[in-house]
């Protein structure tokens, strides 16, 4: 079982940067897939940046590519998302999700899923 908790979310500027956390809490999260997904108003949720077990890989979806940079710390129970050169498209509630499957943009391979941190980005 594992339980996540986002945190960093506010309200930022068009260019400027935000930095999410995820926090999770039971002793086997280095053994899980990390993926941040958001869900912008009036839209379906959509696969955002994955990080595998390790941190030696991860995955982007093209809209914030070169943009934004996953990261985890296994000592701390966490995975960061820096999230750079924001634009208005960027505002959504952003969701951070575990899975045991490398490597995946469906929601459905994740199991565990936090609360939701809402960012957003003023033109």
């Known amino acids: 079982q594992v339980q996540l908790v986002e945190s960093g979310g506010g309200l930022a500027q068009a260019g400027g940067s935000v930095r999410l956390s995820c926090a999770a809490s039971?002793?086997?999260?280095?053994?899980?897939?990390v993926g941040w997904f958001r869900q912008a108003p009036g839209k379906e949720r959509e696969f955002v940046a994955a990080?595998?077990?390790?941190?030696?890989?991860?995955g982007y979806a093209d809209s914030v590519k070169g943009r934004f940079t996953i990261s985890r710390d296994n000592a701390k129970n966490t995975v960061y998302l820096q999230m750079n050169s924001l634009i208005p498209e960027d505002t959504a509630v952003y969701y951070c999700?575990?899975?045991?499957?490398?490597?995946?943009?469906?929601?459905?391979?994740?199991?565990?899923w936090g609360q939701g941190t809402q960012v957003t980005v003023s033109a």
């Open positions: 039971g002793r086997t999260f280095s053994t899980y897939v």
């Open positions: 999700a575990a899975s045991i499957v490398w490597y995946t943009t469906s929601q459905r391979a994740y199991n565990y």
């Open positions: 990080i595998s077990p390790s941190g030696g890989s991860t």
